[in-house]
């Protein structure tokens, strides 16, 4: 009899494979270079993060669904993201919308503390849980709107937005440190965002805003977002 999707299980070695051949072609293979980000690549076990119906996926080239109409990140979009952030071991980062927690988890192997911020308290619990498994002790969440930042644990050397809103939420420039990179999908719509860089001015580096192409993520909902 032949196993459906649903029913066929993998076993560790499998799941070894298909995250180094997702690393190999879809990240290393697209141009992204840092070994370091490749090895948490190949660290994080992405499929402890999404439901177990689509734990053999979760290692294809797409976002997938984890629940409330959110999004786990495409693989590549996250890598992309992260390496904009020039991550030094010892950096404090603030992630807005954490869903899963798959890109928490990266970004806990590749700095000093991560402060992440999730508005849904669904998401929250499971994303919560989902990062528990890998037992890293670096990792602090909060329930809450995440365009307003974390004042209290300011400032932040990297900000990462999981999520797209109309402008730059003034709060999230304001918690930046000097020298500091904010990543984000800006647009109008989900539909129309250029994934932007900002750098804040700082010791040896000038300031500087760029694109870093277009992009489609859910809406960045609350006070410096969009409606809800
Ligand atoms: N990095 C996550 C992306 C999840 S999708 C992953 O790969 O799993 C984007 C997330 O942003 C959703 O979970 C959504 O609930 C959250 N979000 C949207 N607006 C937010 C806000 N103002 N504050 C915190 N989280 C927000």
């Given at each position: 009899m032949k196993e459906s999707a649903a029913e066929r299980r993998w076993n560790p070695e499998d799941y070894h494979i298909a995250r180094r051949n997702m690393v190999d072609r879809q990240i290393k293979g697209r141009g992204l270079a840092d070994p370091r980000l490749l090895e948490a690549m190949r660290r994080v076990?992405?499929?402890?993060?999404?439901d177990e119906a689509q734990a053999v996926q979760s290692y294809s080239d797409t976002p997938l669904p984890i629940g409330r109409g959110q999004t786990i990140s495409q693989p590549y979009i996250v890598a992309l993201m992260i390496e904009a952030?020039?991550?030094?071991?010892t950096d404090r980062v603030l992630e807005i919308g954490?869903?899963?927690g798959y890109q928490t988890a990266l970004l806990a192997d590749l700095a000093g503390e991560v402060f992440a911020v999730e508005r849904l308290e669904p998401l929250f619990r499971k994303g919560r849980d989902n990062l528990a498994r890998l037992g890293q002790g670096n990792i602090h969440l909060k329930l809450d709107?995440?365009?307003?930042?974390w004042p209290e644990m300011a400032p932040f050397d990297a900000v990462i937005v999981a999520a797209g809103g109309p402008r730059v939420p003034r709060p999230l420039l304001e918690q930046l440190g000097p020298g500091g990179r904010l990543v984000i999908p800006v647009g109008p719509t989900t539909a129309l965002q250029k994934l932007t860089l900002i750098t804040k001015a700082g010791p040896g580096r000038p300031a500087d805003r760029r694109t870093l192409g277009d992009c489609r993520f859910v809406a960045l909902v609350g006070r410096w977002g969009h409606r809800e």
């Open positions: 076990p992405r499929h402890f993060f999404v952030l020039e991550l030094a071991p954490f869903g899963s709107d995440g365009t307003g930042g």
